[in-house]
Structure formats: structure tokens, C-alpha cells
């Protein structure tokens, strides 16, 4: 503010505000000490007047004699600010008073002096008197000391404050005279300044406009007649610097003319440049969607003719020779796919979406799918979502898991021993309903260098580029998560020890879903009790989570005995342990001493659901009793977890099944086009096995043709092909249709392309919907229900059991159960042994519960006898158990003939194994 201030302002302001402080300051000082004194001396003249009336009121006290007293008491309201008066006895007692009512309180003091207490308005004395005050010359003081009575006098205030008012007033009428001579002084000499100043603006005011003849006269100050002569040598300055000037900006306009030419000429060349990069950009577009056609194309016939030879009959070795074609063009699909990602984020048209998804189930699918390759090399794999975490929320999930499964194979090829966790957390959480949520994958691998964190997120670039290195890939795995986690507003990072492990971490802001409720269908096991055994820290803490999520009350094991011994002190307390978890391993747990506690567990009426590692699932499988529905891999889906306890604890009858949604039952009429013969081979040949009927055509033209020609109940359509494209053809169809009124044919495109917006391209074009290549039987058969109603048989598919055994079944195939045991002949006989121990008393409880009419038990014990069945080379049995089971939870009455035919081929196989042993 004081910026803004001219010179004379400045003048004033520094004249009158020192004075005016000095002289507040001043006389406020002089005022308060003046009323101080006024203050001090009413005090005082109370004093006095209350001394006063003690020895004239002493006699009267003496006497009570009020009639005087009150005499006394009204002449002592003669005295200035003297308010009111009263003589009181020895108790305090009123004798005689004058005056209006005392404002204050009475004051308390010690008895012998005078005691007084103030207020705004007045102050009231309260004066002891003694027998003293009776003479002023006593000669016999020997009632000196004697109290007489009181005097109470009480002054009013007000006389000494309007005296104190009156000379505030003088003070500030004093201070106002002294600031106003003082300010006209400060405006003279103000002037005296201001004048000089306004001709030197003006002098400066026309040099600014150009006018440099200017000069400043002189100004009658030495110092504004040094600043006026100061201006004049600046102007003939400018004068002289102007005309130079001038001189120069001649010379420099012919130099800038002549540059102009070249700048022009420098201008088309550059004009020329920037055509022919568009062209190379629009040219390596065009080259990397051909690319993706006439790489993915081909992948597509040996994917799709590779998985038609698995289903014929092969030797073992061709097989696997098979198997690994197949994950070859597999890996290859895969670095094609990263390459194509990372050109669509590039040129940036990498389009997301936004559809609502279940974050911890696209976690929990991530580290499933990525499980084998973990349990190959011993690892363990955990997930661990913190409870505040929101689960359903708004994204692209697709992308989303993209992002972690790249990070988790990259922990996974980098870690030789340890786990690696994954994390979700809830960071933050704004009104509006967005969550910004942190998960974060942690490894106890080899750990990175500052050097390779610097250069960890580059394309193309490895951690370890040597020629010795361990892992492969194209090096754009981090960077296509880094530039796809920065499309959806987020950030990605990594922190990292050598030699102790690293943890990369994404941060990114999502919507919350309309429906955030959980979605785990709790009704079943609410309430119940499940004892879990699980030695590894975290993989135990995360199961607890998802236990508890599914409304269990979990307890915790040390040991399979440990946990035994649990079970059966809760059975004997009255609050028993319904179900059990085992996470366990070969290492810890060998599968033969599992069977034995499994079925002491089964005996106590506790349920066990064994979760091992993938590679070791057919180690398990054959010892429990059910392996389907007590048997899954690590880690573990909360919904798949909390299914199969649902489900041991109410195993759930088998529905038939429903009717297809079809509207006819003929088989469909297909149309493929494509150009290439390998794939229009495989197409054809995968809906002819399916059931389809099927026109083959090659050319977009000929599709047009056959289209008008015929009437089909969907159009496959390649989108790249010479001559005619899949959507020239398309348009040229739906033109056709337009004109002959007829009904649009569904239109599906089969395309190998990867770049952006190729499906709201097709849409735009006519077509319906689009299939990316490689295609497989499960998307064909979808489609053309979806656009035609018509269902197709997909090979295999699961069918109803037939109703009786067939004949040609045999009682005991070796083969059989040697395939079934992963090709061991220890392990098919031990489990052939143990089937066949446990045949007597199977059937014995069979029967028992059968005469009994106890349905439960006999479901119970047929499903047992039904799941060791599996695993062992006894087809006839274990179709047998198949047909009981199925028929007695339908509650069909060919269950009784079914369970005679079960006990015949018990005793069929008994009989055949005894001959087989000797």
C-alpha cells in the first residue's frame, strides 16, 4: 500500500503519522496518569471523610442515639461524591442511615482499619469506630481498644469521571490543533516537490513518444537540476543513437530480404521432408497391419491344425511332438501380440475400455494361469487383498491383467527359491466414488542394480542383455505395462535390493462399480468351523483371509497330527470342526501317510479339501477318496474355494441339463470366406466336425455371388483379401439386401489385424461382430449360437452317462491304469491295492445302508467307491458306481437295479483280481 503512494502522500504520511503517535501516545499517557490522581484522591477523601465522622458519631455510638446519628449522617451528604451514609452497632446492626442504597457490597476487612471495595459507579468504606474516637484527648484510655460500632460511607464516581472526561477532551482538542497546523506544512512543502516532478514526467513523457529535441529547464533545486540535466544528455543519447539505428535497420532489411529467399527455399525442402515421413509413418501402419495378417494367418493354420492332430490317434511321442509345436506358435503368437501392443501404444491409438469387473477374481485368474510355471521351479505364489479394498470397480480388466501377469512372469523367471507375493491395498478414497488402489508384486529373486533400473523400462531392453542370459522375451513387456498403466491415469515403479528381491508396484484410480457388495454367496458355510493346515507364513495368512471372506471361523494347525487332534477334541466338546484345508507338498506331506489321515478325518465327520501344488496333482489325486471335488491346485480362487466347501459340505445333485436355447435342431448353413487355403481348411473343417454344413469360398466376389444365389444362416468373412476385401464385400451384401428387401444376414468377420479401432471399423462397415485369429472350436460354436440360435456339437463336450453299463466294457484294464497313474507302474498298483482292500467293506456298508433305507449314507458311500474308481484301470465298476450315484440323487426307481448291477461287477472284479494273482 504505501507502493501506491505518490511523493506528496508519501510527504504526509511521514509528517503526520509520527506526529500523531508521539502526541496519542503523549497525551494518553498524561490522561491516564491524570485520571489515576482523580482516582487515588477520591480514595483518599473517602478515608478522610469516614476518620472524620468517627470521633462526631463516637459519643452517639456510644449511646445508640439515632436521632443524632441520622443528624449526622445527612450533614455528611454535604460533602462532594459523598452518596450515601450509615452508622451500624457493634452486630452490625443499622442505627441510623441517609442517602439512597449502596451500590456495593458490604467489604470485609480485619476490624481495626479501614476496609473499603470499589465498582464501575461507586466506592463503599467500612470504618471500625472504638472508644479512642469518643475524645481526641482522653485521659482515661482504658476503653480505648472497645468497639463502639461501624461507619459505612460509600462515593459516588461520577464527579471524578466527568473531570477526567473534561480533560480528555482539552487533550484532544490540543492534539487535533497541533496535527492540522502540522499538516498544512507537510502539503507546502509537498508542493514544493511535486511541482519540479510533474515537469520532469512531462519532459520524459514526450522523449517516449519520439520527440528527442526535449530538454528540461532548470528546476530551482540543485538536486532536480542534476536529475533535469541527467534527462538532457540522455536524450542527445537517443538522438544520437536513433539516427545509428536507423542507419543499421537499412542495412539489416536488405540482409533480412536476402535471408527470406533462402529461408523460403529451406522452407519447401522441409515441407518436402515432413510429406515424406507421413508417407514412411502411413507406410509402416500399412506394413505392420499386413504384418499382423500375414504372421497371424499362418499361426493361425498350424494352431488350429495342430490342435485337430492331438485329437486323432497319436503315438505318445507324436503327441508330443505336437505339444511342442503348439507352444511354440504359442510364444510366438505372444511376441507378436507385445509387438503389435507396443506400435498401437505408439502411435497412440491404443483404445481402453471400461466395463465393470471383480478385482480380486482377475487377481486370483492371474496367478492361476501363471501357477505351473511356478511350481516347476518350487516357488510359491500368494495373493494377498487387504479387507478396505474395493473388489468391484470400472476398467479395463483385460489390460489391467495384461499389466500382472507380465509382472508376475517376471518375478517368476527372475526368482530361483522363495514366493512372491501379490498385493492389493485401498491408498485413498475421494467423494466422488474413485479408489486409488496399490498392488504390488514382490520376489525373492536376483534383485536389480541402480544401472538396471535406469534402464529397466526401455524398449527393448533387458536387465540382463548378455549373451548368457537366462530368460527371453523382446524386452517390451515393462514397457507396454509402464505406457498402459499412464494411459488409465496411473504410475508404475520398482524398488530393488541385488541379491534380496525386487517389488514392482502399480498405482492407478479406478471408479467404484454400482454394485461394490461382496459377492460371495455365504449361506452355506456361515458359521461353521475349519481347522486349516498350511506351513508356509503367507500362503497360510492368505487362505485365512479367504476363509474368513467365505464366513468361516477358521483355526489353525501346526501339524496334520496337531490338527487331527483338534478335530476330534472339538467333536468331543460339542462344537465340531466341519471341514479342513491341507495345503501341502510332497516334501512335507507323502501322499500315501495323507490317505490314512484323510480318512481318520472323513471318520470324525470333517470334510478335507487338499490344496497342492500343480505339478504334483497327480501325486494327490489317487489317494483321496473323491479327487475331483477334494483336490485343487495352489494358489487357491476364493470362489473355486469356497464352492468345493460349499459343496462338501452339501454335495450338490446333478441337474439335467437344460434345454438348449436353440430354435431349430437342424444343423446350420454356414458361409467361410478366405483367401487363404490353409485357413479356410481349418475353418471348414472344425464347423464340419461340429456338425455344421459348410460353403467354402475364396474371394470376396464369389461371396457376393453365392450370397445371392443362396440363403445361409451366417457369413465367416476374412477381412483382408485381394480384389474385393471382407467389408467392400460386406457393403456390396448389405446394398444387395437393401435393395431385394431381404433379411440382413449375420456377417462375422474372422481377422488377424491388431491395430486400433479395427472393430468399430468392421461395425461401421456392416458386419455384426468379429473373431480374432487363431479361433478356436469354443468361439465358433459361441458365435453362431449367439447369431443364428443354432447350437453345434463341440467335441469334447461332457455327456449324460448312458443308462446300463455296456457290455464291452472290461472288468480290468491295465493300460487304462497305467494312464491314469501318469505312466507309473508302482503307483497304478499301489492304488489298484488299495481299491481292491477296501472292496469287502465298501460293499458291506453298502448293503448295510441299503437295507437300512439310510438314502444319505448310500449316496455317501457310492460317491466314495465311485471316486477311487477314477483312478484306478476298472471300467466296468467305476460305470456302475457312475450309474448308482447318478440314478439315487435323481431318486429314479432304477436306482435299486442299478445298485444289484454295482454289486455284481464288485464281485466281478474281486473274482478277477484273485485270479490275476495266482
Not at 535471408?259 to 515432413?274: G, M
Not at 533387458?462 to 496411473?490: C, F, W, Y
Request: negative net charge; hydrophobic residues 40%.
Amino acid at each position: 500500500m504505501f507502493q501506491d503512494l505518490g511523493i506528496k502522500g508519501r510527504v504526509l504520511l511521514l509528517t503526520l503519522l509520527p506526529t500523531t503517535l508521539l502526541a496519542l501516545v503523549l497525551g494518553g499517557y498524561f490522561t491516564w496518569m491524570q485520571l489515576s490522581d482523580m482516582q487515588t484522591q477520591l480514595l483518599q477523601r473517602g478515608e478522610m471523610i469516614a476518620e472524620q465522622l468517627a470521633p462526631l458519631a463516637a459519643p452517639s455510638l456510644a449511646s445508640k442515639d439515632g436521632v443524632l446519628l441520622e443528624r449526622i449522617a445527612n450533614r455528611a451528604l454535604d460533602q462532594p461524591d459523598v452518596r450515601a451514609v450509615s452508622f451500624l452497632d457493634t452486630e452490625r446492626r443499622r442505627l441510623s442511615y441517609a442517602g439512597p442504597s449502596m451500590l456495593n457490597q458490604v467489604p470485609s476487612g480485619d476490624g481495626n482499619h479501614v476496609a473499603l471495595i470499589s465498582s464501575a459507579d461507586a466506592t463503599r468504606f467500612l470504618l471500625p469506630v472504638f472508644g479512642r474516637h469518643r475524645s481526641l484527648s482522653l485521659d482515661d484510655d482504658s476503653d480505648a481498644d472497645q468497639l463502639l460500632g461501624w461507619v459505612e460511607l460509600e462515593l459516588s464516581h461520577q464527579g471524578t469521571l466527568l473531570r477526567g472526561y473534561r480533560s480528555l477532551f482539552a487533550s484532544l482538542l490540543l492534539i487535533a490543533t497541533g496535527l492540522a497546523v502540522t499538516a498544512l506544512l507537510a502539503v507546502r512543502m509537498a508542493r514544493s516537490i511535486n511541482e519540479p516532478l510533474w515537469q520532469i514526467k512531462l519532459g520524459v513523457a514526450q522523449l517516449k513518444e519520439g520527440r528527442l529535441e526535449t530538454r528540461l529547464p532548470a528546476l530551482g533545486s540543485h538536486e532536480l537540476d542534476e536529475v533535469a540535466s541527467g534527462i538532457n544528455r540522455m536524450a542527445e543519447a537517443l538522438q544520437s543513437a536513433q539516427e545509428e539505428l536507423q542507419h543499421n535497420i537499412d542495412q539489416a532489411t536488405e540482409d533480412v530480404r536476402q535471408n527470406l529467399e533462402t529461408i523460403e527455399i529451406q522452407n519447401i525442402e522441409l515441407d518436402l521432408a515432413r510429406k515424406e515421413a507421413l508417407e514412411a509413418s502411413r507406410v509402416k501402419s500399412e506394413f505392420l497391419a499386413n504384418m499382423s495378417h500375414e504372421i497371424r494367418t499362418p499361426l493361425n493354420g498350424i494352431l488350429g491344425f495342430t490342435n485337430l492332430l492331438m485329437k486323432s490317434e497319436l503315438s505318445p511321442r507324436q503327441q508330443d511332438y505336437l505339444s511342442t509345436i503348439g507352444k511354440s506358435a504359442d510364444s510366438l503368437l505372444g511376441i507378436i501380440n507385445e509387438i503389435l501392443d507396443f506400435s498401437k501404444i505408439e502411435a497412440g491409438k491404443l483404445v481402453l475400455e471400461s466395463i465393470p469387473f471383480n478385482l480380486r477374481d482377475l487377481i486370483q485368474e492371474t496367478l492361476t494361469i501363471l501357477a505351473p510355471a511356478a511350481h516347476d521351479k518350487q516357488l510359491e505364489l500368494v495373493s494377498l487383498i487387504y479387507r478396505d479394498t474395493p473388489l468391484q470397480l470400472v476398467g479395463d480388466p483385460l489390460r489391467l491383467k495384461q499389466v500382472l501377469t507380465n509382472l508376475v512372469s517376471n518375478a517368476i523367471k527372475f526368482t530361483r527359491e522363495g514366493t512372491i507375493a501379490v498385493r492389493a491395498m485401498l491408498e485413498d478414497e475421494s467423494n466422488d466414488g474413485r479408489a486409488a488402489l496399490r498392488i504390488s508384486v514382490q520376489d525373492s529373486g536376483i534383485g536389480l542394480s541402480d544401472e538396471d533400473l535406469r534402464a529397466l523400462f526401455q524398449a527393448f531392453s533387458q536387465a540382463d542383455n548378455s549373451l548368457s542370459r537366462q530368460a527371453g522375451g523382446t524386452g517390451l513387456g515393462l514397457v507396454i505395462s509402464k505406457r498402459l498403466i499412464e494411459q488409465m491415469g496411473g504410475e508404475i515403479g520398482v524398488s530393488s535390493t541385488p541379491g534380496e528381491g525386487s517389488e514392482f508396484w502399480i498405482s492407478v484410480t479406478l471408479p467404484r462399480a454400482r454394485d461394490d457388495a461382496d459377492d460371495l454367496p455365504r449361506a452355506p458355510l456361515t458359521g461353521r468351523r475349519v481347522a486349516l493346515l498350511e506351513k508356509h507364513e503367507l500362503a497360510r495368512q492368505s487362505l485365512q483371509h479367504q476363509l474368513e471372506d467365505c464366513g468361516l471361523e477358521v483355526l489353525q494347525a501346526a501339524s496334520l497330527e496337531g490338527l487331527l487332534d483338534a478335530v476330534t477334541g472339538a467333536r468331543h466338546s460339542g462344537r465340531p470342526i466341519d471341514l479342513a484345508v491341507l495345503g501341502v507338498t510332497t516334501q512335507d506331506q507323502p501322499p500315501e501317510s495323507l490317505r490314512e489321515r484323510i480318512w481318520d478325518l472323513d471318520r470324525l465327520g470333517c470334510k478335507c479339501l487338499v490344496l497342492c501344488p500343480t505339478t504334483e496333482q497327480s501325486m494327490f489325486h489317487g489317494v483321496l477318496p473323491d479327487g475331483n471335488s477334494q483336490l485343487q491346485s495352489k494358489p487357491v480362487c476364493t470362489r473355486k474355494l469356497q464352492r468345493a466347501l460349499a459343496d462338501l459340505i452339501s454335495p450338490r445333485l446333478p441337474r439335467p441339463d437344460p434345454a438348449p436355447l436353440v430354435t431349430s435342431s437342424r444343423a446350420p448353413r454356414l458361409l467361410c470366406v478366405d483367401d487363404n487355403p490353409a485357413n479356410l481348411l481349418l475353418v471348414q473343417t472344425l464347423l464340419g466336425d461340429m456338425g455344421a454344413q459348410v460353403l467354402a469360398v475364396d474371394s470376396g466376389h464369389r461371396a457376393l455371388e453365392v450370397v445371392q444365389e443362396e440363403r445361409f444362416d451366417l457369413v465367416l468373412m476374412d477381412v483382408q483379401m485381394p480384389g474385393m476385401d471382407g467389408r467392400q464385400a460386406t457393403e456390396a451384401i448389405r446394398q444387395w439386401e437393401e435393395r431385394q428387401e431381404k433379411e440382413p444376414v449375420p456377417i462375422v468377420a474372422l481377422t488377424a489385424h491388431a491395430l486400433a479401432n479395427e472393430k468399430r471399423a468392421l461395425l461401421q462397415s456392416g458386419m455384426d461382430d468379429y473373431l480374432t485369429k487363431p479361433i478356436n472350436e469354443r468361439q465358433l460354436a459361441q458365435v453362431v449360437l449367439k447369431w443364428t440360435g443354432l447350437s453345434l456339437h463341440q467335441q469334447g463336450q461332457e455327456r449324460a452317462p448312458e443308462a446300463p453299463p455296456a457290455p464291452e466294457l472290461s472288468v480290468l484294464d491295465a493300460d487304462e491304469g497305467l494312464r491314469l497313474a501318469a505312466g507309473k507302474p508302482d503307483l497304478a498298483a499301489d492304488m489298484l491295492n488299495m481299491l481292491l482292500a477296501s472292496l469287502d467293506s465298501d460293499r458291506e456298508a453298502i448293503r448295510q445302508a441299503r437295507d437300512g433305507e439310510d438314502r444319505v449314507a448310500l449316496i455317501e458311500r457310492v460317491h466314495r467307491l465311485h471316486g477311487a474308481t477314477r483312478y484306478c484301470g476298472v471300467p466296468q465298476l467305476r460305470a456302475a458306481c457312475q450309474r448308482s450315484e447318478t440314478l439315487l440323487k435323481q431318486e429314479d426307481p432304477g436306482a435299486g437295479r442299478a445298485l444289484d448291477d454295482l454289486d455284481a461287477a464288485i464281485l466281478r472284479l474281486a473274482e478277477q483280481a484273485r485270479a490275476s494273482a495266482a
